[in-house]
Nanobody, 112 residues
Framework: QVQLVESGGGLVQPGGSLRLSCAAS????????MAWYRQAPGKQRELVAG???????NYADSVKGRFTMSRDNAKNAVYLQMNSLKPEDTAVYYC??????WGQGTQVTVSS
C-alpha cells in the first residue's frame, strides 16, 4: 500500500503561481510512476503531468510551458510548480502513484 498526502493548494489570481507537494509513504519501493491529475467541477479527472523513476516527465498540452513536475526520491515526494495560472486551471488536484494510489486532493482556485 502507498499513502499520498497533497498540500499547497489555495486561491491565486490569474497569472500567479502555486507549488503543490505530494508526500508518499508506505510501500514506496514499489513506486515507478507518479503523476498529478486534476478534476474541475462537472468534468472528468484528467492527467496533468507524470514522472517516471528515471526522471522522464510528460505534460498535458494545456499546461506545457507553464507547469513543471519534479521528483525528490530522497524525500519520497513530488512537486508541481504551476506558473502563469489561468481560471481554467481551477480544479481539485490529485497525486497518483503507479496509476493506482490516490491522495485526498487539494483545491486550486484561480480567480481575481
Amino acid at each position: 500500500q502507498v499513502q499520498l498526502v497533497e498540500s499547497g493548494g489555495g486561491l491565486v489570481q490569474p497569472g500567479g503561481s502555486l507549488r503543490l507537494s505530494c508526500a508518499a509513504s508506505g510501500s514506496i519501493f514499489s513506486i515507478n510512476v507518479m503523476a498529478w491529475y486534476r478534476q474541475a467541477p462537472g468534468k472528468q479527472r484528467e492527467l496533468v503531468a507524470g514522472v517516471t523513476n528515471g526522471g522522464t516527465t510528460n505534460y498535458a498540452d494545456s499546461v506545457k510551458g507553464r507547469f513543471t513536475m519534479s521528483r525528490d526520491n530522497a524525500k519520497n515526494a513530488v512537486y508541481l510548480q504551476m506558473n502563469s495560472l489561468k481560471p481554467e486551471d481551477t480544479a481539485v488536484y490529485y497525486c497518483n502513484a503507479n496509476w493506482k494510489y490516490w491522495g485526498q486532493g487539494t483545491q486550486v482556485t484561480v480567480s481575481s
